[in-house]
C-alpha cells in the first residue's frame, strides 16, 4: 500500500472503461493495489513469443547461465534446507511427465481468453464461459522409437 498519494506513469498505452487513454495513474494514499499475472506474457516486455512454450532451455548450448525472472525465487528456495529436496523431486516429476507425455491445445479451434475477475484475470474458453476458469490440454503418450 502507498504511504503517500503518488501519480504512476504507465508503461504502455492503456485504455480505461469509459475509452480514455490515461498518462497517469493515481493512486491514493493507503489504497490497495492487485496485479495480474498476464504482465509476463506482454510481448513489449518479454518477447514476441510469449504465448508459446519453448522449450530451448534444454538445449546444451543454452544451459549455462543465468536463470532468468525464476532466479530469485530459486535462491530463497535453495537456501533453506528442507525446501532444496522438495525441489528436487517436483524437478522429477516435471522432467519426467516431459519425457514420457506430450502436452498441447486442442486442435478445434479453441479459443481462450483473459477476463477480468475479481482481483486477476482468468482465462476462459471462449462460448463456455458459465463452466468457469479453465485451459483444457491435449495429454498423450510420447511413442518411444526401439
Known amino acids: 500500500m502507498p504511504s ?5 506513469p504507465p508503461a504502455e498505452l492503456i485504455t480505461t472503461q469509459d475509452r480514455r487513454t490515461p498518462n497517469e495513474v493515481p493512486v491514493s494514499k493507503g489504497q490497495k493495489m492487485c496485479f495480474s499475472y498476464v504482465y509476463n506474457s506482454m510481448p513489449s516486455i518479454w518477447s514476441k513469443d510469449t504465448g508459446e512454450w ?3 532451455f534444454l538445449d546444451d548450448d543454452k544451459r549455462r547461465g543465468r536463470l532468468g525472472v525464476c532466479e530469485p525465487a530459486l535462491v530463497l528456495v535453495l537456501a533453506l534446507d528442507n525446501w532444496r529436496f522438495a525441489m528436487m523431486e517436483i524437478e522429477m516429476i516435471i522432467v519426467e511427465l516431459l519425457r514420457v507425455l506430450e502436452f ?3 486442435r478445434d ?3 481462450i481468453r483473459h477476463y477480468p475477475g475479481s482481483q486477476m484475470v482468468i482465462p476462459l474458453v471462449s462460448g463456455k464461459t458459465g463452466d468457469g476458469a479453465q485451459v483444457p490440454l491435449c495429454v498423450k503418450v510420447v511413442e518411444r522409437q526401439a
Open 4 to 8: 503517500k498519494e503518488e501519480v504512476l
Open 54 to 56: 519453448i522449450l530451448n
Open 104 to 106: 498441447s491445445l486442442p
Open 109 to 111: 479451434g479453441l479459443l
